[in-house]
């Protein structure tokens, strides 16, 4: 499973808007069809390898693009057959069919198979789940190659529903951008591995997946403090702050101070409590402040919380932290990263609906505030709607402490100053690159344990 980096996503109707667009510029939704095909016949050449090939098509322009396929297919000798589920019903569809000269067969119970499947059937234009009896049909084909156009059909490519297909994709061709779909659970396993057929849109960048993982290496002139200061607030379970001060040292900060009474992981790490802590807040050096891990709701959280929302020093705030501060965000007037998993968010939004990605958009907006939210299907969304996706991440992060290192580099990333949702992806992307390097058996310590 996999999708390009640095990719743009669209929903259906920003797809459509850019389509209108692409239209105006001079280039015929036709044209985009003819390229849409062209990118789907390419690569279902490549995945058959000379074995025959089965397009099935539905009746929006999502078949119009398997009736171009099965053209182009054809005039370069591959033995392809065609399946329609129902006419096509669109005037763009209708001129790929009939541009297609070969038979077009009914898709029911008892069709012949073929080594490759173009599943070709819906594409963002899926308003409601499919039926039983073409799901069944459909799952006959399961142990076939599946080359999906578009998205693998049955899904809501926006994401906001969640559709499985019966038909799960070995790769799945984007054509112009990708969906939420193609990055959101449950849908994106269904999606293989995605690419991206770019057929001329302009899509807007707003939405985008995580940019491939780069090593930002200190200016020249760097000094301690010049890389970022990151203070990390410490409640009665000192091992998770110890594992974000750890994090926030190997991700970059040039200088770490965590609370507390006992050795940190590092030696590098300043370990203060008290008054000595308390007044590092005052220090304008300091560029964030880490407040969450191991920290349990409570008057401690509070006070601590209070006094570093008075500083005005940028915050990363976990777990706990979370809905303690959200009241006082409103007003926006500081850098703030929050780090929800699923039911944090779920406590702190209750009014967020629609897609993981909508949902995030929204709790940013209302808490003025880069929300980075957790999971399998990482969303960052920024207040002014800018989203990044995370998917597929690593699924060796699923386990205990990788939050509070995933803190303490957003701490890191903070500090260093600059734009708290670029920050954001880029703690994002720094623990997902660490826990690739690292892979099988990764427990939390070992993220923080050698420099990537
Ligand atoms: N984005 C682009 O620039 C291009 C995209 N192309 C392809 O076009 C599809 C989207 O096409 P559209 O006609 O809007 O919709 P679909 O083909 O996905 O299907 C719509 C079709 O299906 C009917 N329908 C909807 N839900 C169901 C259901 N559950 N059961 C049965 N029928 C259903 C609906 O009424 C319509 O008739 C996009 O994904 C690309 O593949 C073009 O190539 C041009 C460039
Ligand atoms: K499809």
């Given at each position: 499973m996999s999708v390009p980096a640095d990719a743009p996503i669209l929903t259906a109707a920003a797809m459509r808007e850019a389509e209108a667009a692409t239209a105006r510029a001079g280039v015929s939704l036709g044209d985009l069809m003819e390229r849409a095909g062209a990118a789907v016949a390419d690569f279902a050449w490549r995945m058959a390898a000379g074995a025959p090939i089965l397009i099935l098509c539905g009746p929006g322009n999502n078949g119009g693009d398997g009736y171009v396929a099965a053209r182009r297919l054809k005039a370069r000798g591959v033995a392809v057959r065609v399946a329609a589920l129902a006419p096509p019903a669109t005037?763009?569809?209708k001129a790929a069919r009939d541009a297609w000269d070969g038979p077009v067969e009914s898709l029911t119970d008892n069709i012949a198979s073929?080594?490759?499947?173009?599943?070709?059937?819906?594409?963002?234009?899926?308003?409601?789940?499919?039926?039983?009896?073409?799901?069944?049909?459909?799952?006959?084909?399961?142990?076939?190659?599946?080359?999906?156009?578009?998205?693998?059909?049955?899904?809501?490519?926006d994401g906001d529903a969640d559709w499985l297909p019966p038909l799960a994709?070995?790769?799945?061709?984007?054509?112009?951008?990708?969906?939420?779909?193609?990055?959101?659970?449950?849908?994106a396993p269904a999606c293989g591995r995605c690419l991206l057929a770019p057929i001329g849109i302009a899509a807007d960048r707003h939405m985008q997946t995580l940019p491939a993982p780069t090593r930002a290496v200190p200016a020249p002139d760097a000094h301690k403090y010049s890389r970022g200061m990151v203070l990390i607030a410490s409640g009665p379970m000192q091992g998770a702050a110890a594992l974000s001060a750890a994090a926030a040292l190997r991700a970059g900060a040039g200088y770490v101070v965590l609370e507390g009474d006992r050795p940190a992981p590092l030696s590098a790490i300043i370990v203060e409590e008290g008054d000595a802590f308390a007044k590092r807040l005052g220090d304008p050096r300091v560029g964030a402040f880490v407040i969450g891990p191991g920290f349990p709701a409570g008057d401690a959280l509070d006070a601590r919380l209070a006094a570093a929302l008075a500083s005005r020093t940028p915050l990363v705030l976990d777990a706990a932290a979370i809905p303690a501060a959200l009241p006082h965000l409103e007003g926006g007037d500081t850098r703030v990263i929050l780090t929800p998993h699923a039911g944090e968010f779920a406590r702190a939004f209750p009014e967020a609906t629609g897609s993981k990605i909508d949902r995030a958009r929204a709790a940013a907006?209302?808490?003025?505030?880069?929300?980075?939210?957790?999971?399998?299907?990482?969303?960052?969304?920024?207040?002014?709607?800018?989203i990044c996706a995370a998917w597929p991440g690593s699924p060796w992060l699923a386990t205990a402490g990788t939050g509070d290192v995933l803190a303490g580099a957003c701490g890191a990333m903070l500090a260093r100053g600059g734009d708290p949702f670029d920050a954001a992806v880029a703690a994002v992307g720094w623990h997902i690159a660490q826990a690739r390097r690292i892979g099988a058996g990764l427990v939390a310590d070992d993220l923080v344990a050698a420099p990537f």
């Open positions: 005037d763009l569809a073929a080594p490759l499947i173009v599943d070709a059937l819906f594409g963002v234009g899926l308003t409601r789940p499919l039926a039983d009896d073409l799901s069944a049909m459909l799952r006959r084909f399961s142990g076939r190659r599946i080359l999906a156009v578009d998205v693998p059909s049955g899904v809501a490519s994709a070995d790769v799945t061709l984007a054509l112009g951008a990708l969906k939420p779909a193609h990055v959101l659970l449950p849908t907006a209302q808490a003025r505030s880069v929300v980075i939210y957790k999971g399998a299907d990482t969303v960052v969304a920024a207040p002014d709607g800018r």
